[in-house]
């Protein structure tokens, strides 16, 4: 592992990765900063993208994208209280009261700073844990890896959006719809219904545009932003953010930092919920909790400094087990297996310099992310006025346009169009399509796994479980009581979402 963290070095050393991830940062801002549009979306509709460009510049470019919307969503947050993006929900409740009281240059500056403290020191951590994660991950079998996707994908389920049982319902889904096509361990051909083209399976790329963007943009046009009259508007005005406010911050920074670092971890928990405890805990150890909510520059601080302390950690379990941590990351992994890398235990040990290079490369973006962030504020502060009517039909096309370009198939358009219509009755009953997504991405090896397991246990799993696999019966033992934790958690962090801002967990996109 160590020669392999050196090794990237030489590979990191190009331009145009930086000049790729710099473009990255900023269309994620953009993206982040329009109401309506949001960092999920922009990630599915820029997937296709990507794969026409080296590992090593396709996604450090897609992970700028992530990192930037993140961010991006705090400047309506404070602008004009609307969340550019759910990671931002929580930044309402302080922004819009700066910028009534002529300080929103001061909050935009905080959430700008906040955000890359946090984001810079969650990827050192990823990249100071991912070694060590990826060799245990690698003493682990078939049993142990099997009953590890098992526990993730029931968390996901408890965690999502909604009740557990419908949850569990999108999770069922989505292992219906990764079964189609051919069985992995014996060419078995499953729910092709005599159609050739389906013996290939359902693509990912189509499956995750028409999951993840399209109703996105449905919802959006459904319920437009209301205009906003300019020659009223007070954009990004005041002084800017001094540093005795800002050194006032860096214990709040910091303890949400270790917040968002440690939920970044929990696969299917993601920034909102970050944000949600981050700003908890930030009043609750204040001296002043009576100035939350009333443009608090702590509040800001902890919101955005947790929200983007999520990015990194959120590759750990990608990297070292192939489980996505949350909806951006099942499109990255997307990425990743379109570029020949399959995530999972193998691929610290044959390709390390490169996941190194890349995880380095994210590091590196948060100094491009303070600089790109700092000159463009000022215009990003207008273009969070620019009219939804303008940019929704332009980004439907770019959807329908992005999955026909990889395998110049029509059929892939018929996916888009029938997922995006299923995400969007799901959005609509309350329903996540994140255990969805969850469960067609991690299918193919958890049956893989549990197909092993079988050969090895030659007829007597429950022998061969119980007997010589320790660790498995552990994880199985242990998998009801984690979930009735993560579970009770969801509702406890629910409550206090509901507490603040009324209806904001349910209307969380992740």
């Given at each position: 592992m160590v020669?392999?963290?050196?090794?990237?070095?030489?590979?990191?050393l190009r331009?145009?990765?930086?000049?790729?991830m710099?473009?990255?940062?900023?269309?994620?801002m953009?993206?982040?900063?329009?109401?309506?549009?949001?960092?999920?979306?922009?990630l599915?509709?820029?997937?296709p993208?990507?794969?026409?460009?080296d590992?090593?510049i396709?996604i450090?470019?897609?992970?700028?994208?992530?990192k930037?919307?993140?961010?991006?969503?705090?400047?309506?947050?404070?602008?004009?209280?609307?969340p550019?993006t759910?990671?931002?929900?929580?930044?309402?409740l302080d922004?819009?009261s700066?910028?009534?009281?002529?300080?929103a240059?001061?909050g935009?500056?905080?959430?700008?700073?906040?955000?890359?403290i946090g984001?810079?020191s969650?990827?050192?951590?990823?990249i100071l844990?991912?070694?060590p994660?990826?060799l245990?991950?690698?003493?682990?079998g078939?049993?142990?890896?099997?009953?590890?996707?098992?526990?993730?994908?029931?968390?996901?389920?408890?965690?999502?959006?909604?009740?557990?049982?419908?949850g569990?319902?999108?999770l069922?889904?989505?292992?219906?719809?990764?079964?189609?096509?051919?069985?992995?361990?014996h060419?078995?051909?499953?729910?092709?219904?005599g159609s050739?083209?389906?013996?290939?399976?359902?693509?990912m790329?189509?499956?995750?545009?028409?999951?993840?963007?399209?109703p996105?943009?449905?919802?959006?046009i459904?319920?437009?932003v209301?205009?906003r009259?300019l020659?009223?508007?007070r954009l990004?005005?005041?002084e800017?953010?001094?540093?005795?406010?800002f050194?006032?911050?860096i214990?709040?920074?910091?303890?949400s930092?270790?917040?968002?670092?440690?939920i970044?971890?929990?696969?299917?928990v993601?920034?909102?919920?970050?944000?949600i405890?981050?700003?908890?805990?930030a009043?609750?150890?204040?001296s002043?909790?009576e100035?939350?909510?009333k443009g608090?520059l702590?509040g800001?601080?902890?919101?955005?400094?947790?929200n983007?302390?999520?990015n990194?950690p959120?590759?750990?379990p990608?990297l070292?087990?192939?489980?996505?941590?949350?909806i951006?990351?099942?499109?990255?992994?997307?990425?990743?297996?379109?570029q020949?890398?399959r995530?999972?235990?193998?691929?610290?040990?044959?390709?390390?310099p490169?996941?190194?290079a890349?995880?380095?490369?994210?590091?590196a973006?948060?100094f491009l992310?303070?600089?790109?962030?700092?000159?463009?504020?000022p215009w990003?502060s207008k273009?969070?006025?620019?009219?939804?009517?303008?940019?929704?039909?332009l980004?439907?096309?770019?959807a329908?346009?992005?999955?026909?370009?990889v395998?110049?198939?029509?059929l892939?358009?018929?996916?888009v169009?029938?997922?995006?219509?299923?995400?969007?009755?799901a959005?609509k009953?309350?329903m996540?399509?994140?255990?969805?997504?969850?469960?067609f991405?991690l299918?193919?090896?958890?049956?893989?796994?549990?197909?092993q397991t079988l050969?090895?246990a030659r007829g007597d799993i429950?022998g061969f479980?119980?007997f010589?696999?320790?660790i498995t019966?552990?994880?199985?033992v242990?998998t009801?009581?984690?979930?009735?934790?993560?579970?009770?958690?969801?509702?406890?962090?629910?409550?206090?979402?509901e507490?603040?801002?009324p209806?904001?967990?349910?209307?969380?996109?992740?």
């Amino acid at each position: 592992m160590v020669d392999s963290f050196f090794a990237s070095f030489g590979l990191l050393l190009r331009f145009d990765i930086f000049l790729m991830m710099s473009g990255g940062l900023f269309l994620g801002m953009l993206i982040g900063a329009l109401p309506g549009l949001t960092t999920v979306m922009a990630l599915a509709v820029l997937l296709p993208f990507s794969f026409f460009l080296d590992p090593l510049i396709g996604i450090p470019f897609l992970i700028g994208v992530y990192k930037g919307g993140v961010y991006g969503g705090s400047i309506p947050a404070i602008l004009l209280a609307m969340p550019g993006t759910a990671a931002a929900m929580i930044t309402t409740l302080d922004g819009p009261s700066l910028s009534r009281k002529g300080k929103a240059r001061k909050g935009l500056e905080m959430a700008l700073y906040s955000s890359a403290i946090g984001d810079f020191s969650s990827d050192l951590i990823t990249i100071l844990l991912i070694g060590p994660i990826a060799l245990v991950a690698l003493l682990i079998g078939p049993p142990e890896l099997a009953a590890v996707l098992v526990l993730s994908l029931i968390v996901v389920a408890a965690t999502s959006r909604g009740s557990f049982v419908k949850g569990l319902a999108m999770l069922s889904l989505g292992f219906l719809a990764s079964m189609v096509g051919q069985d992995i361990l014996h060419g078995v051909t499953r729910f092709t219904f005599g159609s050739f083209q389906l013996k290939a399976g359902i693509p990912m790329l189509p499956m995750l545009i028409g999951l993840v963007a399209i109703p996105e943009i449905l919802i959006a046009i459904e319920k437009p932003v209301p205009g906003r009259d300019l020659s009223k508007s007070r954009l990004y005005e005041g002084e800017r953010l001094k540093f005795p406010e800002f050194k006032r911050c860096i214990r709040t920074i910091f303890r949400s930092t270790g917040i968002g670092t440690v939920i970044g971890m929990v696969p299917g928990v993601g920034q909102v919920v970050a944000s949600i405890v981050a700003y908890a805990a930030a009043k609750h150890a204040s001296s002043h909790p009576e100035t939350f909510g009333k443009g608090e520059l702590e509040g800001i601080a902890a919101s955005e400094s947790a929200n983007n302390a999520v990015n990194g950690p959120t590759l750990v379990p990608l990297l070292t087990l192939g489980i996505p941590g949350d909806i951006s990351t099942a499109v990255l992994l997307g990425a990743f297996v379109a570029q020949g890398l399959r995530p999972g235990p193998q691929l610290m040990a044959e390709q390390g310099p490169l996941v190194f290079a890349i995880l380095l490369a994210m590091v590196a973006a948060n100094f491009l992310f303070v600089i790109i962030g700092y000159l463009a504020i000022p215009w990003f502060s207008k273009i969070v006025t620019v009219r939804q009517s303008l940019l929704l039909p332009l980004t439907l096309v770019f959807a329908f346009a992005g999955a026909y370009a990889v395998r110049s198939s029509t059929l892939d358009l018929a996916y888009v169009a029938l997922f995006g219509l299923l995400g969007y009755v799901a959005r609509k009953i309350h329903m996540d399509i994140v255990p969805f997504i969850m469960a067609f991405i991690l299918a193919p090896a958890l049956e893989n796994s549990y197909g092993q397991t079988l050969s090895l246990a030659r007829g007597d799993i429950f022998g061969f479980i119980l007997f010589e696999r320790p660790i498995t019966v552990f994880l199985i033992v242990a998998t009801p009581f984690l979930v009735w934790w993560f579970w009770s958690r969801k509702r406890k962090v629910t409550k206090n979402a509901e507490t603040l801002i009324p209806g904001s967990y349910e209307t969380d996109t992740r």
